[in-house]
């Protein structure tokens, strides 16, 4: 996540200073660029349909930026505090989802689509205008905002009088200077904005043109070989006792179990999203040994790059108990496991994988314990 958030700082950085921004921002004074977008709310929103306000504020934001998700809470006060005061608030994802690489989701359970806008919202309780302009990105590019949130600030004719950051950090006890509300305390006050532009931050603008890096993505994981290897009981206690700091998420499935198989491409992308991070996916096949071609052949259909592993003998209550004593029935079983084999989430059953990625992304160490606590719900 560090890897991602400073490749992209370091890219706006480079471009900004020679000039070469393929999408340039909206200058200073320009009219409003007019949009029309669906939001999370299921209805088409305009840019007249804020005609009666005093001010309006246009952010770029996305899901599954962690930089975003710190300035969600903010936004939503930013909204509440001054919808009575003449102030329209309306947030855009701009970002193309399939110009995405999975493995860019690494700090989200979902990705930018106007699905997983509509989840996120209900999740996080938002109420702020989410609007939609991944398919096109016309509006977008009439903005040309470079990272998320990029914020426009425009007066009462629709002029823009400010855009960048909405503050000064993504860390909540860092912040040290409110732009965006500075710009529009200034506006409703009838007084000149000071700072008219601020140097933005956070997860570069996912452009269509990117679409060839998942293509090449793709095509590398087409290419990866896919295996599988026996596993007996002392493997198993192995396995649980997930010695060390590792993150490891293990599934228990068969080719013959429906309910194994429909979720099983979904726990191939969480592997794939948290891979860089070090977390582990190991699935483990209760077939019978002399089915391992079968086995074999389903795992190559899902690609499924994780360690795999098929019960090396037909005695499945005696490996069942070496992983755990406890589990004595049915698959799918999943089993998340911290440093030291700490149990941190179990489903026996269709696991529900919006909730399992949130447990992973609230656990998993990173740059800044304020990412965890958004997924813990603090």
Same mark, same amino acid.
């Given at each position: 996540?560090?890897?991602?958030?400073?490749?992209?700082?370091?890219?706006?950085?480079?471009?900004?200073?020679? +000039?070469?921004?393929? @999408?340039?921002?909206?200058?200073?004074?320009?009219?409003? =660029?007019?949009?029309?977008?669906?939001?999370?709310?299921?209805?088409? @929103?305009?840019?007249? /349909?804020?005609?009666?306000?005093?001010?309006? *504020?246009?952010?770029?934001?996305?899901?599954?930026? =962690?930089?975003?998700?710190?300035?969600?809470?903010?936004?939503?006060?930013?909204?509440?505090?001054?919808?009575?005061? +003449?102030? %329209?608030? *309306?947030?855009?994802?701009?970002?193309?989802?399939? !110009?995405? #690489?999975?493995?860019?989701?690494?700090?989200?359970?979902?990705?930018?689509?106007?699905?997983?806008?509509?989840?996120?919202? %209900?999740?996080?309780?938002?109420?702020?205008?989410?609007?939609?302009?991944?398919?096109?990105?016309? #509006?977008?590019?009439?903005?040309?905002?470079?990272?998320?949130? @990029? #914020?426009?600030?425009?007066?009462?004719? $629709?002029?823009?009088?400010?855009?960048?950051?909405?503050?000064?950090?993504? $860390?909540?006890?860092?912040?040290?200077?409110?732009?965006?509300?500075? !710009?529009?305390?200034?506006?409703? %006050?009838?007084? =000149?904005?000071?700072?008219?532009?601020?140097? *933005?931050?956070?997860?570069?603008?996912?452009?269509?043109?990117?679409?060839?890096?998942?293509?090449?993505?793709?095509?590398?994981?087409?290419?990866?070989?896919?295996?599988?290897?026996?596993?007996?009981?002392?493997?198993?206690?192995?396995?649980?006792?997930? !010695?060390?700091?590792?993150?490891?998420?293990?599934?228990?499935?068969?080719?013959?179990?429906?309910?194994? *198989?429909?979720?099983?491409?979904?726990?191939?992308?969480?592997? $794939?999203?948290?891979? /860089?991070? +070090?977390?582990?996916?190991?699935?483990?096949?209760?077939?019978?040994?002399?089915?391992?071609?079968?086995?074999?052949?389903?795992?190559?259909?899902? @690609? !499924?790059?994780?360690?795999?592993?098929?019960?090396?003998?037909?005695?499945?209550?005696?490996?069942? %108990?070496?992983?755990?004593?406890?589990?004595?029935?049915?698959? =799918?079983?999943?089993?998340?496991?911290?440093?030291?084999?700490? #149990?941190?989430?179990?489903?026996?059953?269709?696991?529900?994988?919006?909730?399992?990625?949130?447990?992973?992304?609230?656990?998993?160490?990173?740059?800044?314990?304020?990412?965890?606590?958004?997924?813990?719900?603090?």
């Amino acid at each position: 996540m560090r890897k991602l958030f400073t490749f992209a700082l370091i890219s706006l950085m480079s471009l900004a200073l020679h +000039g070469q921004m393929t @999408h340039p921002i909206l200058p200073l004074g320009s009219p409003a =660029p007019n949009f029309d977008l669906p939001g999370v709310d299921g209805k088409m @929103h305009q840019l007249s /349909d804020y005609a009666k306000s005093k001010v309006l *504020v246009v952010i770029f934001n996305c899901d599954h930026c =962690p930089i975003a998700q710190m300035y969600e809470s903010r936004i939503e006060k930013l909204y509440e505090d001054y919808k009575d005061r +003449g102030v %329209a608030v *309306v947030v855009i994802e701009g970002n193309d989802p399939n !110009a995405t #690489v999975i493995s860019e989701l690494d700090s989200s359970d979902l990705g930018d689509t106007l699905a997983d806008m509509k989840i996120r919202a %209900a999740y996080k309780h938002l109420h702020y205008p989410y609007l939609y302009d991944g398919a096109t990105q016309s #509006v977008t590019r009439a903005y040309g905002p470079q990272a998320t949130p @990029h #914020v426009f600030v425009f007066d009462q004719n $629709r002029r823009l009088r400010y855009e960048g950051r909405f503050d000064n950090s993504y $860390r909540i006890e860092k912040v040290r200077t409110h732009d965006a509300q500075n !710009a529009i305390d200034e506006l409703l %006050a009838n007084k =000149p904005v000071l700072v008219t532009h601020t140097a *933005v931050f956070g997860c570069s603008t996912k452009w269509k043109e990117k679409q060839a890096l998942v293509a090449e993505y793709n095509e590398k994981l087409d290419g990866t070989p896919v295996t599988v290897s026996m596993v007996d009981a002392a493997g198993l206690k192995k396995l649980r006792a997930n !010695a060390g700091d590792n993150y490891t998420l293990v599934d228990f499935w068969a080719t013959w179990c429906g309910s194994c *198989v429909a979720e099983f491409a979904d726990l191939q992308d969480t592997f $794939r999203m948290y891979n /860089d991070r +070090g977390f582990k996916l190991v699935t483990v096949s209760v077939n019978s040994p002399d089915e391992k071609a079968s086995v074999q052949r389903f795992l190559q259909r899902k @690609h !499924a790059t994780s360690e795999n592993l098929l019960f090396s003998s037909d005695d499945t209550a005696t490996l069942q %108990a070496a992983f755990d004593p406890k589990w004595q029935s049915a698959v =799918p079983y999943t089993v998340l496991l911290g440093p030291n084999g700490k #149990v941190l989430f179990t489903s026996l059953g269709s696991v529900d994988i919006l909730q399992l990625r949130r447990k992973i992304l609230a656990a998993m160490p990173s740059d800044y314990i304020g990412f965890n606590k958004y997924w813990a719900g603090q």
